[in-house]
């Protein structure tokens, strides 16, 4: 819309004011009365007596637990952002790479079990001597990238944790039935399913578990959990209800301490908005922040740079 | 514009301005904290104001929340000479209101309804948890309502209530467009200038 005159803006300063005016107008004649001496002041006084109005209407009360529960979210959501901005990326310049690692594009990750667990998910575990720890003094900016990306371990969508007890127990008795009549291989070839079951709901419960909440804008409850084993180094997240991804972009998942931000894997909910995505990283049990997921251009970024998606404050 | 003209700043009932303008500054730093504050002295009017829009504590909550993390996200657009940090929440909150009592309608879900209006308000009882500065204010603000000619309320409770642009006010009530306009301007006028008396009284 071309530039309104001055009669035109002052003509519609009350339709703008009450929201009553279409966008183009309110923004021509908003950005008219941005320089006007006589419209600015009009509009802003316009708009403190419809906010005025406002005090007339009947006192709603807000059912008090709702309403702790909205603060809270509001403060944990905030922090989260807080932190997600402030801390520095610690790692070198070429920390991009090592992002992509994780997704299984780089060349540097050197998996140590790649069996999958099921034909839905697949774990990394990479070498001892791989794993690194961060130093909650501050010698994040000394991480080790590459070896944080290959200590990272990405399982992708669509396992529950309910789904796999029940499947863990289904694979117990039929490796008991098979070893009953069965050769040897058969039973060998499950127990390693069994095993990453249990390492799996071993890492998800039990009293070194911290678990954060993930949080986004218009939930009123979590659309995710991230879940710290803080004695094995287990990280896993769940998601659900989480919209895919615009095309051309991922998710990526950010470890926030006090001294960095760290990439913990990009990843893609399946249709159903569900993901699950387990990592194996040494963190100082006090260093984590906050948990945050921005959305990325494919293939991860070394810092975040889009929109937070979903966060919580641990 | 004569300053007496100025309509006052809602801020008696809950503190004074220079507060939420000192918090405001806070969550510009990044202060979470002072977030919780701001949501402390003003869920309550929000919330009464969205509810009233939405008849529907869900969505109510929903607009509350909204409009306070839009305040985190863009304290730094707040300006102090545009008005208080109030007339800018609750301008939010409005806002987002109508925007979903116009996705209602495009979707057939909530056709207009004539009870939000503001005569159920002009009778209000004064809320009886509030200050003596609000409630002056609420009846300054009352008066002014009582005042105005019913052609100009309706316009303004169309405009207010339901989220009409000035066209659709015109095909709802049958008058030019340029009628309309005259109309809405006419009353905000009215309604400004005894609102000023408030102001002048509090100052």
């Not at chain 1, 079990?113 to 099921?118: D, N």
């Amino acid at each position: 819309m071309n530039a309104m005159t001055h009669e035109e803006a002052f003509s519609e300063l009350a339709a703008v004011a009450l929201d009553a005016a279409s966008p183009e107008i309110a923004n021509a004649v908003r950005t008219h009365a941005e320089a006007c001496p006589e419209c600015g002041p009009e509009l802003a006084s316009m708009e403190e007596t419809i906010a005025a109005l406002g005090t007339l209407v009947p006192s709603g009360q807000m059912n008090r637990g709702r309403s702790a529960g909205i603060r809270s979210r509001l403060l944990m959501r905030a922090r989260a952002e807080r932190e997600l901005r402030s801390a520095p990326v610690p790692g070198p310049p070429d920390i991009a790479r090592g992002v992509a690692s994780l997704t299984g594009q780089g060349q540097r990750m050197t998996p140590g079990a790649q069996r999958p667990v099921t034909g839905e998910t697949r774990t990394f575990t990479p070498p001892e001597s791989q794993r690194v720890r961060t130093d909650a003094r501050g010698s994040g900016r000394g991480v080790n990238w590459y070896a944080i990306a290959a200590t990272i371990a990405l399982v992708i969508t669509g396992a529950q944790m309910l789904r796999m007890t029940s499947e863990r127990n289904r694979l117990r008795e039929q490796v008991a039935a098979l070893d009953s009549v069965a050769p040897a291989q058969v039973s060998d070839s499950a127990a390693p399913m069994i095993a990453q079951r249990d390492s799996m709901i071993a890492a998800m419960t039990g009293p070194d578990v911290k678990v954060v909440p993930l949080m986004n804008q218009n939930a009123r409850e979590p659309v995710g959990r991230m879940m710290w084993n803080r004695a094995s180094n287990d990280w896993i997240m769940v998601t659900y209800n989480l919209r895919p991804p615009k095309p051309g972009m991922t998710y990526q998942v950010w470890l926030v301490t006090a001294d960095a931000k760290i990439s913990a894997g990009t990843f893609k909910p399946d249709a159903a908005g569900k993901t699950m995505m387990h990592a194996r990283y040494a963190l100082d049990r006090d260093a984590l922040r906050s948990v945050a997921v921005t959305e990325e251009p494919e293939g991860g970024m070394p810092a975040p740079t889009g929109p937070m998606v979903i966060a919580g404050a641990a | 514009m004569n300053p007496s003209e100025r309509a006052p700043s809602y801020s008696g009932e809950n503190g004074s301005n220079a507060e939420d303008t000192a918090l405001i500054r806070r969550i510009v730093d990044a202060d979470e904290t002072a977030l919780g504050a701001l949501y402390d002295r003003w869920v309550r009017s929000l919330y009464s104001l969205v509810l009233h829009l939405l008849k529907d504590p869900d969505e109510a909550e929903d607009v509350v929340e909204e409009t306070f993390w839009q305040a985190w996200r863009k304290a730094d657009s707040y300006e102090p000479s545009k008005g208080a940090v109030s007339t800018w929440l609750l301008t939010i909150g409005r806002r987002k209101a109508l925007d979903r009592l116009r996705a209602r309608k495009r979707n057939r879900e909530d056709p207009i309804q004539d009870e939000r209006g503001f005569s159920d308000l002009r009778s209000t009882s004064p809320d009886p948890g509030s200050e003596a500065e609000g409630s002056e204010l609420r009846e300054h603000v009352r008066a002014a309502l009582r005042e105005l000619p019913e052609e100009q309320r309706e316009v303004l409770e169309l405009g207010y209530f339901s989220g009409l642009s000035q066209a659709e006010i015109a095909e709802r009530t049958g008058q030019p467009l340029g009628t309309v306009k005259t109309r809405m301007r006419l009353a905000m006028q009215k309604l400004r200038a005894p609102l000023s008396i408030h102001r002048g009284a509090a100052q």
